[in-house]
């Protein structure tokens, strides 16, 4: 996946400072055809960086704090890879700890989870089911969105083929 980064020259004139590989990107080695890439992130209260500089290196937690901001994008292989033989989920825990500090310590065993974000999500590529809590199954394809406003829910991935989703998480008071 290609990152293009923009930014500001001496001038102030705009100006492409960046363009290559999304830098913190990781496939498991624990779930083949998992992927997670953090293309970029903000902080509350930062001013916009004319100067391109990447702050996903300086980034501890993918859950943001209030006003902050993440820009996930995930591939999800097929769930017939968690029900392979091979696949052990203690090495695909602390896979997730490593790669999804904040996030993966609110993911339950069965996947489900809620953050204190707005979330916008895309399905670039496939087609999967978001689960919510109460049993309710939604399909989404290529090209639907969904907005998460803090709800406990899940991904299926039970089309057989990657799915690849981005994701843009707001940082929000959870409310009551």
Request: with cysteine; charged share 25%; hydrophobic share 35%.
């Amino acid at each position: 996946m290609r990152r293009v980064v923009t930014g500001h020259d001496e001038n102030g004139r705009s100006v492409v400072v960046s363009d290559g590989p999304v830098p913190r990107s990781r496939e498991f080695t624990s779930l083949p055809g998992w992927v997670s890439r953090l293309p970029w992130a903000t902080e509350p209260g930062e001013p916009v960086s004319g100067t391109g500089e990447d702050p996903t290196p300086k980034v501890t937690s993918l859950l943001p704090t209030p006003g902050g901001t993440r820009f996930i994008v995930l591939t999800f292989p097929p769930d017939t890879a968690m029900a392979d033989p091979a696949f052990d989920p203690v090495a695909f825990d602390r896979e997730q700890r490593a790669d999804s500090p904040g996030i993966a310590d609110l993911i339950e065993p069965d996947g489900m989870h809620a953050t204190p974000t707005v979330d916008y999500g895309i399905v670039l590529q496939g087609d999967i089911v978001l689960e919510l809590d109460n049993g309710q199954c939604t399909r989404l394809s290529t090209g639907d969105i969904v907005i998460q406003n803090g709800t406990r829910h899940g991904w299926r991935n039970r089309s057989g083929r990657p799915v690849a989703m981005a994701f843009v998480l707001v940082g929000a008071e959870r409310d009551g």
